[in-house]
């Protein structure tokens, strides 16, 4: 079992940032894809980013390329989404999601896969 747990959420103007968090904590045993997704009002939950156990690839939502910033650090067991130049568009629950997987391999992008997810966390922009 993981239990993940999202912080770092909150409302700013755009232009601004924000830094989420992502806090794992359960079986070290294995290796982890972890991802962020993200469901705004009365839409459907999409995959924002997401980087496999080796942080050697990581992939970003075409909206988000360039302003977001994924990293890992597997120390403390935290994945942390950095966003920045925030767009009214990026309002949303932010949520963490983790997979297991053979270390290094890809992680996949459907949500589907992903069997343990935080509680999420609110991003809002306003213009």
């Known amino acids: 079992q993981v239990q993940l747990v999202e912080s770092g959420g909150g409302s700013v103007q755009a232009g601004g940032s924000l830094r989420l968090s992502c806090a794992a904590s359960?079986?070290?045993?294995?290796?982890?894809?972890m991802a962020w997704f993200r469901q705004a009002p009365g839409r459907e939950r999409e995959g924002v980013a997401r980087?496999?156990?080796?942080?050697?690839?990581?992939f970003y939502a075409d909206s988000v390329k360039g302003r977001f910033t994924l990293s890992r650090d597997n120390a403390k067991n935290t994945l942390y989404l950095q966003m920045n130049s925030l767009k009214p568009e990026d309002t949303a629950m932010y949520y963490c999601?983790?997979?297991?997987?053979?270390?290094?391999?890809?992680?996949?992008?459907?949500?589907?896969?992903?069997?343990?997810w935080g509680q999420g966390t609110q991003v809002t922009v306003s213009s």
């Open positions: 999601a983790a997979v297991p997987v053979v270390f290094g391999s890809d992680c996949p992008g459907s949500q589907s896969a992903y069997g343990y």
């Open positions: 359960g079986d070290p045993s294995r290796s982890y894809c």
């Open positions: 980087v496999n156990t080796g942080s050697t690839r990581t």
